[in-house]
C-alpha cells in the first residue's frame, strides 16, 4: 500500500486566500484525523472522522477553517481566509478498523503550509 | 484531555540503552497506551502499543507499571538514526499529543 498521500506538500499563500489541503487516506481505514504542527504548539489534533462522518472537531481553531470527507478514500481540509498564523504542517492520519480505538495511527508526510 | 509528561530532551552515545518515561497521570481505563517516533520532515510513525506489563517488538520495549501511571519506552543499544523525537500520545480514539521527548545521539 501507498500509505497516507497529502497533497500539496509544500504550499505558499498570501493572506486572504483561500487554502484546500487533500488526503487519501489508506484503503480500508475508517478512521481519518487531521492533526496541525508547529514550534509553539507541538502536534494538534483538528478533527478526526470515522466512516466518514465528522466524530470531534472541537480542535479545529475557528471558522474559518472547514474539513470534509466526500467518501472513504478522500478528505480536505480547507482555510478560508488564510491568516499567517495558519503557517504549519498539517497531517493526515488513517487507522484500520479496531486501531482507531487503540491508537495505532499511519502518518502521512505532511503539507507544510506557508502563509505570508 | 490533559497531556502526558515526558522529559523535553535526552542526550545518549550509540550503542547504549535509552529508556524514555512517559507519566500518564489520568489515564483512562479504555486508554491504550502508545508510542511514536518522529524524524523532521515527516510524520510521527507509530513505535509500540501496550496496555499492561511488558510488550517487546523488533523495534523497543515498552513496560507499564499496575497501575498505568506510567510508561517507559526502552529503545537498546541507540545508533545516530534513532536521533528524532519521541511521542506517547494520549487518549482513545482521539490521540492527543505533547511536545515530545527530543533524543540525541552522539557518535
Known amino acids: 500500500d501507498a500509505g497516507v498521500i497529502q497533497s500539496p506538500r509544500h504550499e505558499v499563500t498570501e493572506m486572504g486566500q483561500e487554502v484546500t489541503l487533500r488526503c487519501k487516506p489508506i484503503s480500508g481505514h475508517d478512521y481519518l484525523f487531521w492533526y496541525r504542527q508547529t514550534m509553539m504548539r507541538g502536534l494538534e489534533l483538528l478533527i478526526y472522522?470515522?466512516?466518514?462522518?465528522?466524530?470531534?472537531d472541537s480542535g479545529m481553531p475557528e471558522d474559518r477553517f472547514s474539513a470534509k470527507m466526500p467518501n472513504a478514500s478522500f478528505s480536505t481540509l480547507k482555510i478560508q481566509p488564510s491568516e499567517p498564523r495558519d503557517s504549519a504542517v498539517y497531517f493526515c492520519?488513517?487507522?484500520?478498523?479496531?486501531?482507531?480505538?487503540?491508537?495505532?495511527?499511519?502518518f502521512g508526510e505532511g503539507s507544510r503550509l506557508t502563509v505570508l | 484531555l490533559a497531556k502526558t509528561t515526558q522529559p523535553i530532551s535526552m542526550d545518549s552515545y550509540e550503542g547504549q540503552e535509552v529508556n524514555i518515561t512517559c507519566s500518564h497521570n489520568n489515564i483512562a481505563t479504555n486508554d491504550y497506551i502508545t508510542w511514536y517516533q518522529q524524524f523532521p520532515s515527516q510524520g510521527p510513525r507509530f513505535i509500540i502499543q501496550?496496555?499492561?506489563t511488558k510488550v517487546t517488538n523488533e523495534v523497543a520495549s515498552l513496560f507499564i507499571p499496575a497501575d498505568r501511571k506510567s510508561s517507559t519506552l526502552s529503545l537498546p543499544r541507540v545508533s545516530l538514526s534513532d536521533t528524532a523525537v519521541y511521542y506517547c500520545p494520549r487518549g482513545f480514539q482521539k490521540l492527543v499529543f505533547g511536545t515530545g521527548t527530543r533524543l540525541l545521539v552522539s557518535p
Open positions: 492520519a488513517s487507522s484500520p478498523p479496531g486501531e482507531g480505538r487503540t491508537g495505532e495511527l499511519f
Open positions: 472522522f470515522n466512516n466518514n462522518v465528522p466524530i470531534d
Open positions: 501496550g496496555y499492561k
